[in-house]
């Protein structure tokens, strides 16, 4: 489990299940919103300081990916619902260079920035043995968001050479500073090559994988390993598959391999909450 990611936490701040604390959170901006217009302020006023306790709530979340739900949910859902407010212009500006920045067009082919959740890739380095002569594997998180893989993989593989690509400009520089371990550089992850790595790791949509399977094997030397959590290739059969009770599964595809039924490996440790 890496850091902040919510058992550490104390006091209500534990007691509360997610989402509820987003739920409260909004709750509480929409009825500050409306009480404020209620007491004779003009909307757009009421909804810059419903927006600033908002954002001040937000800061308290952990870990942060929570925070940002939080902070970007409640404006997100008053410019759907009441799109007359006059928000200042500076508000919405605001608001849409920090959504473009988080997930810019590029990026809108594969998946947002939804981190792998903790304890997902427990138990892959069991099933992912390297091809003769690889000492210090290297690894690559396809698509790394702001780290969460990076340090999931970090868990399971020590001693690996980690490697993050991600388009998105600020999880890049959320993900190389959480990540200073690894290497992480700002790219299209379909752009570079995969022939130096061992393992691809990707998190991203059911869509990707029959091309990512295609690039894994024009490109990556054959024993290597092609991992996707939670979607499947739809026809190539999986050479492995780590899955458990309340856990995604992982999927590894072996590069160079014949396709062979997936074997199983059931997860030990229960999915945290
Ligand atoms: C579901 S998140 C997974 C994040 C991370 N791999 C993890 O598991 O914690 C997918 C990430 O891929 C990024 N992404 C999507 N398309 C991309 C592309 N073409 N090149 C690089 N990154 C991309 C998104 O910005 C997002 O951060």
């Known amino acids: 489990m890496h850091a902040g990611q919510g058992t550490h936490l104390t006091g209500w701040r534990r007691g509360l299940r997610w989402p509820l604390p987003a739920l409260l959170c909004w709750a509480g901006a929409w009825t500050a919103w ?135 400009r600020w999880l890049c520089w959320l993900c190389a500073w959480r990540c200073r371990w690894a290497e992480v550089r700002r790219a299209d992850l379909w752009a570079g090559s995969w022939a130096g790595y061992d393992l691809v790791y990707l998190f991203q949509r059911p869509e990707s994988l029959p091309r990512a399977l295609a690039k894994a094997g024009r490109e990556m030397p054959p024993g290597s390993w092609l991992a996707s959590l939670e979607f499947a290739h739809p026809e190539r059969p999986a050479d492995a598959v780590l899955q458990g009770p309340g856990r995604r599964p992982v999927w590894l595809y072996r590069c160079g391999a014949a396709p062979s039924r997936a074997s199983t490996a059931a997860a030990r440790r229960k999915r945290p909450t």
């Open 34 to 168: 409306a009480g404020l217009q209620a007491a004779g302020m003009p909307a757009g006023w009421a909804a810059a300081l419903a927006l600033a306790g908002n954002s001040a709530a937000s800061a308290w979340m952990r870990p942060r990916w929570r925070g940002l739900i939080v902070a970007l949910g409640w404006p997100l859902s008053l410019a759907l619902l009441t799109p007359d407010t006059q928000l200042p212009a500076w508000g919405w500006l605001l608001l849409l260079l920090t959504l473009a920045g988080l997930y810019p067009l590029r990026a809108w082919h594969d998946a947002p920035w939804f981190p792998t959740p903790a304890g997902a890739l427990t138990g892959l380095a069991a099933l992912t043995p390297w091809r003769a002569g690889v000492a210090a594997p290297r690894i690559l998180d396809a698509g790394c968001g702001q780290g969460a893989g990076l340090t999931a993989l970090r868990g399971e593989y020590p001693g690996a050479q980690l490697v993050g690509i991600e388009w998105s």
